[in-house]
């Protein structure tokens, strides 16, 4: 598709011919799906984002795109545009396989991807080589397999989590197990193997060695250091799934987590597990791979608890962060994200400018603590750069901030 046609601006839904995604009819003007004889009515603006992503042919539609197309350019929250994701992904799921996938490009924006061909109208059976391919001709094909194949790559480069993004070749691989859910629940089986689709893709994007496995009986049998098992369930009106990251060798919980969300709310917590497990294991791995001895599973599961709380701004960052330099008090790290905490506390506290000026001390022997036991400690740089109560230290902070970066360019969050 040319440029020109990809600026295309509101969706007319009236106006829109029905099309195939592999075993689905999509009627626009309608906002019908049909699978199998069965008729699904959707929204008119999941329709839109539908149509939208289908028109692109296989090529990546920005956020911005969407909003102009199907928003009419409104100001919308970026939560209303992944409600809208989420629900089209869920259109894929009306026929089994999957018809089609949604792929998230982290930073740019949503991609269409074409699982299945459609089969030929019974009609006129068309049996040739170009009958199959579900989108444009065969050289439109092979770019949307090259453009995939592009969009795995910038996926895997791209880092999107709070401290920085995947390690180095010391990252271990993860093994995703089966997630539980009450066999008689059809649509928290469902749940649960989104949960884990959604975390093996957030893993895998990001860098890390991810394989879904069905044996979940000897853990130690893996091949993988470590392990994610989840469940999803519902407790009067809320859909929870709770997650947990072990050690593959000895079966031993290191981390764990609970996501939950009002029924009327629930699309989405699959992404918002997906992606918050990613990115607390992601801040966990890069720290320890920086250590300069090596770390235990006692204190590899402190640290995956301190990136949870010092990730979420939770309350009990600053005791989470204790806890780890009272059980690794050489590892670099956990002064830096102690002094981190810290200042993410004294941040909050604008309006008592003399309790965040009391933590600046605090904060200042954390960082001096971390950079003495490793120099190249980038998250104890970005520390200093967080602006401590009333203290703007615009310089100080720019050029701590510069430190954090020349040392880990990936450091998104300096």
């Known amino acids: 598709m040319s440029a020109e046609e990809l600026r295309e601006t509101k969706i007319d839904l009236a106006g829109e011919s029905d099309f195939r995604l592999g075993a ?26 539908l149509v939208t992503l289908y028109r692109a042919q296989g090529q990546t539609v920005t956020r911005d795109r969407l ?34 996938s949604v792929e998230t490009i982290p930073r740019v924006g949503f991609r269409l991807a074409i699982e299945f061909a459609p089969p030929p109208p019974a009609s006129s059976p ?58 008689a629940d059809t649509e928290l089986l469902q749940l649960s193997n989104r949960a884990r689709d959604g975390i093996a893709r957030h893993l895998a994007a990001s860098g890390v060695s991810t394989v879904l496995t069905e044996d979940s009986s000897r853990p130690q049998t893996l091949r993988s250091e470590l392990r994610v098992t989840g469940r999803a369930d519902k407790q009067g009106d809320k859909y929870l799934i709770a997650g947990a990251i072990g050690d593959s060798a000895t079966g031993l919980v290191l981390w764990s987590g609970t996501w939950d969300r009002p029924a009327a709310d629930v699309v989405g917590i ?67 994200l102690h002094a ?61 901030l510069r430190r954090a970066l020349e040392i880990d360019p990936s450091r998104v969050v300096a």
Not at 67 to 87: M, Q
Not at 151 to 179: H, N
Not at 361 to 390: D, Y
């Open 24 to 49: 689905l009819l999509i009627r626009p003007s309608t906002c019908q799906v049909v699978s199998s004889g069965a008729e699904e009515r959707v929204e008119p603006r999941v329709m839109e984002v």
């Open 340 to 400: 981190f905490a810290l200042a993410i506390h004294a941040h909050q506290l604008d309006h008592l400018s003399e309790e965040a000026a009391a933590l600046t001390k605090e904060i200042r022997a954390s960082v001096a603590r971390a950079l003495a036991l490793n120099p190249n400690a980038a998250l104890a740089h970005v520390a200093l750069g967080v602006r401590i109560g009333t203290e703007a230290r615009y310089t100080e902070r720019e050029t701590n």
């Open 126 to 183: 068309d049996t040739s080589p170009a009958a199959a391919l579900p989108i444009g001709t065969p050289h439109k094909r092979r770019a949307m397999i090259v453009g995939a194949a592009a969009a795995a790559v910038c996926a895997v480069l791209t880092i999107y989590w709070a401290f920085g993004g995947f390690g180095t070749s010391q990252v271990p691989g993860v093994a995703v197990l089966p997630f539980a859910a009450p066999q």
């Open 67 to 100: 909003v102009d197309a199907c928003w009419d350019g409104r100001i919308v929250s970026d939560d209303a545009v992944t409600r809208a994701i989420a629900k089209v992904r869920q259109l894929a799921r009306s026929s089994d396989p999957p018809a089609f």
């Open 270 to 336: 699959d992404e918002e597990f997906g992606r918050s497990l990613s990115r607390i294991l992601g801040c966990a791995l890069r720290e320890r791979n920086t250590a300069r001895a090596a770390v235990s599973l006692e204190v590899f599961s402190l640290l995956l608890n301190a990136c949870d709380a010092v990730g979420r701004e939770a309350s009990n960052a600053v005791d989470a962060t204790r806890r780890l330099i009272g059980a690794a008090p050489t590892l670099a790290s956990a002064h830096a």
